[in-house]
């Protein structure tokens, strides 16, 4: 009975970490760094009295599914991070 437990346990632990990389990747140290300077630089593009932790939350979420789906240099991200921002400001107004 405790094998059977056991191996369920196992089982559903190795589930969730099948989940969890397909839910969220794993990022490089590196594509880390360039989704930050992405993020700021986004940032600094925002009006000032838009600019506001939610905007960043929606950008930085953004920005993390914008590399899932392979965008991984500066310029494409920061490219589809500003291309994105009139419709993450206008959710505010």
């Keep these: 009975m405790g094998r059977e437990k056991s191996g369920a ?4 632990g190795e589930t969730q970490v099948a989940i969890r990389r397909v839910i969220m990747p ?3 140290p590196a594509l880390i760094i360039v989704m ?3 993020l700021e630089d986004a940032m ?5 009295e838009q600019a506001t932790t939610v ?7 953004f920005i993390l ?3 899932a789906g392979g965008l991984t240099s500066y310029e494409d991200l920061i490219t ?11 959710t505010f107004i």
């Excluded at 600094?44 to 000032?48: E, F, G, K, L």
């Excluded at 905007?55 to 979420?61: D, G, N, P």
């Excluded at 589809?80 to 206008?90: D, F, G, H, N």
């Design 80 to 90: 589809a991070a500003v291309a994105q921002l009139p419709t993450i400001v206008s």
């Design 44 to 48: 600094a593009r925002v009006p000032a």
């Design 9 to 12: 346990i196992e089982s559903v």
């Design 55 to 61: 905007t960043k939350a929606y950008l930085a979420e």
């Design 65 to 67: 599914k914008a590399a």
């Design 26 to 28: 794993a990022f490089s």
């Design 36 to 38: 930050r300077s992405v």
